[in-house]
Nanobody, 125 residues
Framework: QLQLVESGGGLVQPGGSLRLSCTAS????????IGWFRQAPGKEREGVSC????????SAINSLKDRFTISRDNAKNTVYLQMNSLEPEDTAVYYCAIKIARSTCSLHSNDYDFWGRGTPVTVSS
């Protein structure tokens, strides 16, 4: 069964940066849309960023485009979320997810078929 694995979370001070990674073993991600979502304690899951697969449009959506950047390295079968200028409000568990049916990305969690277990990010001094 398809398994996504997130990594790169941790504790960071306000203003700091982290790069999250999402990868899968025995499954090529490059044709599929990958989304990053987060869920803070007591809050609903929200879409952060997504990147479409080959021929998907738009190529990417980023709700925090002034601070977060999504990218993919197909050679490494990995999708990254670069997070800069982190704020305490960014504290959450971050999940990546894959959309199997279509290559076009979206920030609607219901559109995604498989999810990773998440990686926690804590922004605190």
């Amino acid at each position: 069964q398809l398994q996504l694995v997130e990594s790169g979370g941790g504790l960071v001070q306000p203003g700091g940066s982290l790069r999250l990674s999402c990868t899968a073993s025995d499954f090529y991600l490059d044709y599929y849309a990958i989304g990053w979502f987060r869920q803070a304690p007591g809050k609903e899951r929200e879409g952060v960023s997504c990147v479409s697969g080959k021929d998907g449009s738009p190529s990417a959506i980023n709700s925090l485009k002034d601070r977060f950047t999504i990218s993919r390295d197909n050679a490494k079968n990995t999708v990254y979320l670069q997070m800069n200028s982190l704020e305490p409000e960014d504290t959450a568990v971050y999940y990546c997810a894959i959309k199997i049916a279509r290559s076009t990305c979206s920030l609607h969690s219901n559109d995604y078929d498989f999810w990773g277990r998440g990686t926690p990010v804590t922004v605190s001094s």
